[in-house]
């Protein structure tokens, strides 16, 4: 298994009225490949390191009741979105979102999510072109890890585990504050 792959994500909560966010991907080949093996030659700086960079903003509609729904808009890159989100007891502590948005998003995007204990749910989505699943640790009131198995049906087509965590697993840190 090697390295070929690096993503970064981090979000930032204010409250439950906004998200600020970066992903950062740092896949550029010749600064990753020599970054890891050590060996930096004298052109690689943080340019050739970093091959993509998305801003991610996003606000809840404030006035509506949240034992109704909770709509937000945002952006993410070059995509602009809309949820709804709704929490449904009968469920057992479930959520389920349905959204529509531009580019990668392709229209449509759902996902349901199920707490399994105070600290932790599973989560299954559609993302506009493939299926995900994945689960969140919540580590105090502030902190939110997610991991993820993105892109279910390109799984089968991956001929090693290093091609699956290069391509397909994703980890991310959410600080709520």
Do not use: W
């Amino acid at each position: 298994m090697s390295l070929h792959k690096l993503n970064f994500k981090f979000n930032y909560g204010i409250r439950n009225v906004g998200e600020v966010g970066a992903l950062v991907n740092l896949s550029g080949k010749e600064g990753l490949a020599s970054a890891a093996s050590g060996i930096t030659p004298p052109t690689t700086d943080l340019f050739t390191i970093v091959e993509e960079t998305k801003i991610n903003l996003k606000a809840a509609v404030p006035f509506i009741d949240e034992n109704i729904c909770r709509l937000a808009f945002g952006i993410e890159g070059d995509a602009v979105y809309a949820t709804a989100n709704r929490h449904f007891m009968f469920f057992s502590g479930g959520d389920v979102v349905l959204g529509t948005g531009t580019r990668r998003f392709n229209y449509f995007f759902a996902s349901v999510s199920k707490s399994i204990d105070k600290n932790s749910a599973i989560i299954a989505e559609y993302d506009g072109g493939d299926y995900n699943l994945g689960g969140r640790i919540i580590l105090g009131q502030a902190i939110k890890i997610d991991i993820l198995l993105r892109g279910i049906k390109s799984v089968s087509g991956q001929k090693n585990l290093g091609g699956i965590i290069d391509t397909n697993f994703v980890f991310g840190i959410t600080y709520v504050d």
